[in-house]
T-cell receptor, first 111, second 113 residues
Framework: LAKTTQPISMDSYEGQEVNITCSHN???????ITWYQQFPSQGPRFIIQ???TKVTNEVASLFIPADRKSSTLSLPRVSLSDTAVYYC????????????FGSGTRLSIRP | DVKVTQSSRYLVKRTGEKVFLECVQD?????MFWYRQDPGLGLRLIYF???????EKGDIPEGYSVSREKKERFSLILESASTNQTSMYLC????????????FGAGTRLSVL
């Protein structure tokens, strides 16, 4: 299983771009990288998934370098409502292997 | 939209009681999961199921059992609740070929007194 390492917490201000990096040195060939967002008293919500290079959707972008040993979730022009915990997961999508969420990154956005 | 519904948002039980946490999903997903979430420990997988009557242990199965008699329903059972099982319990579901894209319920906050 590829273990992931993320910063415990980050602070930013409204209107800024926020980049959260996740390290996964032992990522396997068939592993995908998946990010979730969790607000207090709610279940996590899927944000984005990627395998290599760059993926973008209406919420975020995911940058994955060629060696895939890390990934960066980019949130453009954050607002107060982006204050949440963000989790990075690494694993195969179709196997029965276990999933590890880790402790996530607590992002705090200030006015 | 996928909907994962957990039967209770808050639950208070006594030590030694048998506790059932129910989860229902409406998107015909093959996989279903039970996690617990504690401060500073993130989400930890208790059990998951990839088909009716099939189950796999997660990282912390001790003290828990599960039941999946129908595809849409996955139950977590605490045979004899203990105070160290006080936690937030989260259910999730996913397609079998997209295991890492999971849809979560709102959670059940269980207090065992």
């Amino acid at each position: 299983l590829a273990k992931t390492t993320q910063p415990i917490s980050m602070d930013s201000y409204e209107g800024q771009e926020v980049n959260i990096t996740c390290s996964h040195n032992n990522i396997a060939t068939n592993d995908y990288i998946t990010w979730y967002q969790q607000f207090p008293s709610q279940g996590p919500r899927f944000i984005i998934q990627g395998y290599k290079t760059k993926v973008t959707n209406e919420v975020a972008s995911l940058f994955i370098p060629a060696d895939r040993k890390s990934s960066t979730l980019s949130l453009p022009r954050v607002s107060l409502s982006d204050t949440a915990v963000y989790y990075c997961l690494v694993g195969e999508d179709s196997s029965a292997s276990k999933i590890i969420f880790g402790s996530g990154t607590r992002l705090s956005i200030r006015p | 939209d996928v909907k994962v519904t957990q039967s209770s948002r808050y639950l208070v039980k006594r030590t030694g009681e048998k506790v059932f946490l129910e989860c229902v999903q409406d998107m015909d997903h093959e996989n279903m999961f039970w996690y617990r979430q504690d401060p500073g420990l993130g989400l930890r997988l208790i059990y998951f199921s990839y088909d009716v009557k099939m189950k796999e242990k997660g990282d912390i199965p001790e003290g828990y059992s599960v039941s999946r008699e129908k595809k849409e329903r996955f139950s977590l059972i605490l045979e004899s609740a203990s105070t160290n099982q006080t936690s937030m319990y989260l259910c999730a579901s996913s397609l079998v070929r997209l295991k890492n894209i999971q849809y979560f319920g709102a959670g059940t906050r269980l207090s065992v007194l």
